[in-house]
């Protein structure tokens, strides 16, 4: 499994920040499975949620890739959460979870712009 450079993971701690809310936007999205009726939309909002813990759990150990994937699938979360939440089934939940979708795409995107300027940095070196 690739994971960042030592030096910018040691460093950045910035990822904790997307990593911790990944996590905790897993257990918002999980625990609807035991409130609301199961239905398809909510096998749905259940998936997220575990794709959610196993990319928070990659930005914890450092992996390469956690920043990108944080940046795409939150955003896509964010979407069909939106939708959910204007057709299917509005509640408190799919504001909470575009919320955090909405903080976490942001700071991945912005952990992806430090990762690059610090190879680029550590490239002229």
């Not at 390469?64 to 057709?87: D, E, N, Q, W």
Request: net charge positive.
């Amino acid at each position: 499994m690739k994971t960042m450079s030592s030096d910018f993971t040691k460093t950045d701690k910035l990822r904790f920040v997307p990593a911790f809310l990944l996590l905790i936007s897993f257990v918002t999205h999980v625990s609807q499975l035991f409130i609301f009726k199961i239905n398809i939309s909510l096998i749905i909002v259940a998936v997220f949620g575990l794709l959610y813990f196993i990319i928070g759990f990659l930005y914890i150990i450092g992996y390469k890739y956690s920043p990108h994937l944080s940046s795409v699938i939150p955003a896509i979360g964010a979407s069909l959460g939106v939708y959910r939440f204007l057709t299917i089934l509005p509640n408190i939940f799919s504001i909470l979870n575009v919320s955090l979708d909405a903080i976490i795409v942001p700071f991945s995107i912005i952990i992806i712009i430090r990762w690059n300027k610090y190879k680029k940095l550590k490239d002229k070196l």
